[in-house]
């Protein structure tokens, strides 16, 4: 309730039973559990949320997974941080203004997807939770619970399988426009200059928001500045083979994340090759 910013000057009670979530017994419904229950597992199993981070474009390889069993509010920062984590940052510099950061898919785009998720899943199907994977091309987020509107009306009419969630998420200032976020998820991986989002129907709802090649990670950095960022970092090296990715961002001026991913770029460009371990190893520029 705090972070919804709700008053407290009349009784909790009688807030919870305002807002839907508790019954006149005094018990919570379904949308009450999911958001101030502490222990939401014992009452509704199937609320889970989990991330996967596999290796290469199959489900074969796993390199990290995360199952989240708090509140749902709670579920939401955490499958945030774990995108945030695993997935590459960029940074721009526009004019003579400072860099700035961006994650490689637009990240509102992510939490609309991440609302849509939890707001429309069907919590009566057992056995099945939301998933969040990510590829080495693409981040698939699906739920529980197909369409519950014609397939003709989807991305022009929105009705919400769980109306009091969708009404709490809004509370919270996470739901910007009601019935508005399939075209914002669009609108925000064009402007990008990213691949149009693809949504699958059926017992499950999933969508697919492709991550960008190195050509459009390059373009979203702008080219230029990439170059002037690699290029100091081969002189960097070129004098010091030995130096840490502390040290290079604090003389370029950058994050280690930044350094992190023009090094990667180097290295995909056969341009550099890391020589022993992260501590005692070295550098060499490939000529």
């Not at 090649?213 to 990439?226: H, R, S």
Request: with cysteine.
């Amino acid at each position: 309730m705090n972070k919804a910013k709700l008053s407290r000057v009349i009784p909790d009670e009688t807030i919870l039973k305002n807002m839907g979530v508790l019954t006149e017994n005094r018990k919570f419904k379904n949308a009450g559990v999911l958001f101030f229950c502490d222990n939401v597992e014992k009452f509704i199993s199937q609320a889970i949320v989990t991330c996967v981070l596999f290796k290469g474009l199959d489900k074969q390889f796993i390199l990290d997974k995360k199952d989240f069993k708090l509140d749902i509010s709670s579920n939401y920062e955490e499958v945030l941080k774990f995108l945030y984590t695993n997935l590459k940052i960029v940074y721009r510099m526009e004019g003579f203004g400072p860099r700035k950061e961006m994650l490689e898919i637009p990240d509102k785009a992510l939490k609309e997807c991440i609302i849509n998720a939890m707001t429309h899943r069907d919590y009566s199907e057992k056995g099945a939770f939301i998933q969040v994977d990510i590829f080495d091309d693409r981040v698939e987020i699906s739920n529980p619970g197909g369409l519950i509107i014609k397939e003709s009306e989807f991305g022009t009419r929105s009705l919400s399988r769980n109306p009091t969630i969708f009404s709490l998420f809004n509370k919270l200032e996470l739901v910007e426009h009601i019935g508005s976020g399939i075209g914002r998820i669009k609108g925000e991986m064009k402007k990008a200059g990213l691949k149009e989002p693809v949504f699958q129907f059926g017992k499950f709802f999933a969508v697919t928001l492709f991550r960008p090649t190195q050509e459009e990670l390059g373009k979203m950095a702008g080219e230029t500045t990439t170059q002037k960022t690699t290029q100091k970092i081969l002189e960097l090296i070129k004098e010091n083979p030995k130096i840490s990715r502390r040290e290079l961002a604090k003389k370029i001026g950058i994050t280690e994340d930044g350094i992190k991913f023009n090094l990667n770029q180097l290295k995909s460009q056969k341009k550099i090759k890391r020589i022993g371990p992260d501590k005692g190893g070295h550098w060499e520029i490939k000529e």
